[in-house]
């Protein structure tokens, strides 16, 4: 395969040569350092196996080696990618979606830097003068709320998901998982003499109900040994609270969920700071309410600062502030906790760090930067893009949308198709040079959409009455029942706030979303979807052994890997790093195990196969109708054994609904279900939710998809702005309605796309 030539000297190119990362067939590419490469195909072409599993990886490798040896022993040990030759390559930093993180002392102010800004302003200038910037940290000691340590919340427990006061001991009144009749706890709770275990929780006397619940670690004696006693609520707060939610069992986990209720703090009203901070004040402002504002709000604020011996500071503080709302993130506010941000807005968040360092001649790779944004923010994420270009970097995207190819120096089209059937380039050159060229990718550039007309009749209406969360403003609004409704948008204007907050979710509402799926790193699409039991009763049938040698973690599984075929190397703040395992060399099972087969194929070669290849293997039965609805969900290209840690946000919501159209339910919600998908795999996606709707379904979606907008039966537009500038219904009606009436940012977008 020759590589195209576009850069005119070849030291000003990436050198990819023979890459073979997953689907790739011996990809040789030359991508052009300094201006903005597009990678488009559709999904599982191999986009990300050339950008994020080559290019970066390789990169990130090469950096690491860099390191002292005594550095390089707290590091991963990361694998070559499976690639001849990689030259010219800058040191690679990847903006992704993966959400940061479940630590609620992060907050979109610590991750930018713009809080730590703010200290410094408000140490120089607040008055009172409490001191240095630390007094304002709610993550130090000498800033942090006492009571509440920093968290601006305290947390309580709900005593009734932790009892049952109906019923007695003896008849399992402790609801907390491993609490059972006869555990360990249960059976020091009775030996401690303190509580008749006959006695239903309710009748307990007031000291009683305090021993229960509250008492302090204790010996007790009985029988002839020592046993510590200590209350329910003290027991529970030790070894469920203090433990990382999310290495916990899912059981557990879900017990903690439902126990735990969260109060604002009484003694700094969620403010996390101590009363000295909250006493210094800015403009009559405090750190805590500078930080509450929207960051639109801020930066006029911050502006206003107008101080000599803050001046650079304050230039610094301002051009982080305006990037984030030129990013599109202006609604936000600094004490926005980055766990309760959605992908696209985690991406973004990241984006302006870079946005503001000095760094040049680094290469920037960035996964579908656009998810998350209405078509009238996406001019504005593409200035972001040449910006960073501008400085002299290397700008690297994966993206699908028209408005974001049309501003690549260069594209690189992969394909034709998906898993075996693309790996390659199909083209390489300029965005004209797409035009015409004859790939899916350059057919689908200038697609215009025809609007659904007529629409489908709604079968009745789902109110919603007085929705006020965040920045709704009592919104009343009526939801069709069996059609498909659009809930459209810019980013921030409450599009989620509505349906995730506020629809009723009475009966048979099915909720399909991005995030991670709950689950072992042994889960796999095959375990996920249940497909593993048929597959494994089959094998078990033709061989005469029993089912269970077919499981991970069972006897029949490699020892070392315990069926996973990769061994991870976990680092504290860092992402884990998986290799194959050397023991099974990734096929997963014992050699006995491996030597048993159907129709030719071992437990490994069918693990491996994708859901397309799958299909024709398994021609009928219950192993088939679950393979098909994984097509029908455009995830024919997905390897059954593929770790479910390795798919992204789309991918893995595609794949919830594939699980849950099996279910009867009657309202599917669905958050941006084109993310990852190419404008050739949208029709596909369509025509699923079509079939949803007619057999009888609601469907509601929210999307910034022109061609799923136009499809809708009836659209929800909300806005007019993100933030407080948002939070009201500003049009509903059929999308020809909103083509011919609407005067709303949305109806000048999907316009421009009706032909
Ligand atoms: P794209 O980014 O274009 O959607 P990918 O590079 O993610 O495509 O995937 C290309 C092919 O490689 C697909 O068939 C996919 O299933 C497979 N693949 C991707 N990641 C892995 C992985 N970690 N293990 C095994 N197969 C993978
Ligand atoms: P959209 O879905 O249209 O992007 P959202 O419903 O996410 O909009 O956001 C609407 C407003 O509500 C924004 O100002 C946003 O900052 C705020 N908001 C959303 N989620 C949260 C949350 N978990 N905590 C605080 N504010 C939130
Ligand atoms: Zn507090
Ligand atoms: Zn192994």
């Not at 993206?399 to 501003?407: F, Q």
Request: hydrophobic share 40%; with cysteine.
């Amino acid at each position: 395969q020759q590589p195209a030539r576009n850069a005119a000297d070849s030291h000003d190119v990436i050198e990819v040569r023979g890459a073979r990362e997953n689907n790739l067939i011996g990809v040789s590419v030359d991508i052009p350092k300094r201006r903005l490469t597009v990678f488009t195909g559709v999904s599982g072409s191999g986009k990300s196996s050339l950008v994020f599993g080559t290019i970066a990886a390789e990169s990130q490798r090469l950096i690491n080696e860099t390191y002292s040896a005594f550095l390089q022993s707290f590091m991963p040990s990361l694998s070559r990618p499976d690639v001849d030759a990689l030259r010219n390559l800058s040191a690679a930093i990847v903006v992704d979606q993966e959400r940061m993180g479940a630590n609620s002392r992060s907050t979109v102010g610590t991750a930018t830097d713009a809080y730590a800004m703010l200290r410094i302003v408000f140490s120089r200038l607040g008055q009172p003068h409490v001191g240095p910037a630390g007094a304002f940290s709610f993550n130090l000691p000498e800033g942090m709320c006492p009571t509440c340590e920093g968290l601006g919340r305290v947390s309580d427990l709900d005593v009734h998901a932790m009892v049952d006061v109906e019923r007695s001991l003896n008849d399992g009144a402790i609801l907390v998982p491993n609490f059972a009749v006869d555990s360990w706890y249960w059976q020091t709770i009775v030996g401690s003499g303190l509580f008749d275990p006959d006695a239903k929780l309710q009748d307990y006397s007031a000291q009683q109900w305090q021993d229960f619940l509250h008492k302090p670690a204790t010996k007790i004696k009985v029988g002839s040994n020592n046993w510590t006693y200590e209350g329910l609520a003290v027991k529970v707060r030790r070894i469920y609270l203090t433990k990382d939610r999310e290495s916990m069992q899912p059981h557990i986990r879900a017990f903690v969920d439902r126990a735990v209720t969260f109060t604002t703090c009484a003694d700094c009203g969620g403010a996390r700071l101590n009363p000295a901070a909250l006493s210094s004040r800015i403009a009559g402002r405090n750190i805590a309410e500078c930080s509450a504002m929207q960051i639109s709000d801020l930066a006029e604020f911050i502006r206003a600062v107008d101080d000599p011996s803050v001046a650079p500071l304050v230039a610094t503080l301002r051009e982080t502030l305006d990037s984030l709302v030129e990013i599109g993130l202006g609604y936000l506010s600094l004490d926005r906790e980055s766990a309760t941000l959605s992908g696209g807005e985690a991406q973004r968040v990241k984006m302006v760090r870079h946005l503001g360092s000095s760094l040049s001649d680094v290469t920037y790779v960035f996964d579908e930067p656009t998810v998350g944004l209405h078509p009238h923010d996406i001019a504005r994420m593409n200035d972001l893009l040449l910006r960073l270009r501008d400085k002299g970097n290397t700008v690297l995207v994966v993206e699908h949308k028209p408005e974001t190819i049309a501003i690549a120096d260069h594209v690189v089209d992969l394909g034709p198709g998906a898993g075996a059937a693309g790996g390659r380039i199909c083209y390489t050159g300029d965005v004209a040079g797409l035009r015409r060229s004859d790939t899916l990718t350059g057919r689908h550039l200038d697609h215009r959409v025809t609007l659904r007309d007529p629409v489908r009749r709604p079968t009745g209406q789902l109110p919603i009455r007085g929705a006020d969360l965040h920045n709704l403003r009592d919104v009343d609004v009526d939801i069709p029942l069996g059609v498909l409704t659009v809930v459209t948008g810019v980013a921030g204007s409450g599009k989620s706030s509505l349906i995730h907050g506020s629809l009723p979710r009475r009966g048979g509402v099915v909720v399909v979303d991005q995030s991670p799926i709950r689950g072992s790193r042994r889960s796999n699409p095959a375990t996920y979807t249940g497909l593993l039991d048929p597959i494994r009763t089959a094998f078990a049938k033709a061989n005469g052994v029993k089912a269970a040698l077919f499981s991970a973690n069972s006897e029949g599984a490699c020892p070392t890997c315990k069926g996973i075929g990769l061994v991870y190397t976990d680092l504290a703040m860092m992402a884990g790093v998986a290799s194959v395992c050397e023991s099974c060399e990734g096929r997963r099972y014992t050699d006995e195990v491996l030597t048993y087969t159907l129709r030719g194929k071992n437990i490994s070669d069918v693990l491996a196969m994708s859901v397309t290849e799958a299909r024709e293997f398994f021609p009928g039965g219950q192993a088939r109708a679950v393979l098909d609805r994984l097509a029908d969900v455009g995830l024919g290209y997905l390897s059954l054994g593929q770790p479910l840690t390795t798919l992204s946000g789309g991918e893995r919501q595609r794949l919830k609904l594939a699980i849950r159209m099996a279910e009867k339910s009657s309202t599917y919600v669905l958050d941006e279900p084109t993310t990852g998908l190419h404008l050739a795999d949208v029709d596909q996606l369509l025509a699923l939710l079509d079939r949803l709707v007619d057999d009888g379904n609601t469907v509601i979606v929210i999307e910034h998809h022109q061609a799923v907008m136009a499809h809708a039966d009836w659209i929800i537009d909300l806005g007019p702005g993100a933030g407080h500038d948002g939070g009201r219904i500003v049009f509903t009606g059929t999308p020809a309605e909103l083509v011919a009436q609407g005067d709303t940012l949305t109806a000048r977008h999907l316009r421009e796309y009706v032909g």
